[in-house]
């Protein structure tokens, strides 16, 4: 069964740094991209960053050149390093995959509150 695992999030200040890490099982994780999205309270769920299964990334303009995915086909790890957080990255982040012939799996989020 395909899990996916988020940790990393938590309380930061303006300007800071955080990196999200996600850990998947149950699947043969180099076959397939994997995707961040977030949700802030009362919005739609966004997505945020993408990595192919060849490691090619794509990001939403809001976090470009702010945030880098990256994954470790070895470990079965995707990570999001996000840097000059501001306010408005305050979400509950979720680790995506869409198997195609099966189905989308998501994370349990973590969240992270970027407030001074």
């Known amino acids: 069964q395909v899990q996916l695992v988020e940790s990393g999030g938590g309380l930061v200040q303006p300007g800071g740094s955080l990196r999200l890490s996600c850990a998947a099982s149950?699947?043969?994780?180099?076959?397939?991209?994997i995707a961040w999205y977030r949700q802030a309270p009362g919005k739609q769920r966004e997505l945020v960053a993408r990595?192919?299964?060849?490691?090619?990334?794509n990001y939403a303009d809001s976090v470009k050149r702010r945030f880098t995915i990256s994954r470790d086909n070895a470990e079965n790890m995707v990570y999001l390093q996000m840097n000059s957080l501001k306010p408005d990255d305050t979400a509950v982040y979720y680790c995506?995959?869409?198997?195609?012939?099966?189905?989308?799996?998501w994370g349990q989020g973590t969240q992270v509150t970027v407030s001074s």
């Open positions: 149950g699947m043969v994780f180099r076959f397939y991209a």
């Open positions: 990595i192919s299964s060849g490691g090619m990334p």
């Open positions: 995506y995959v869409n198997i195609p012939g099966q189905q989308e799996y």
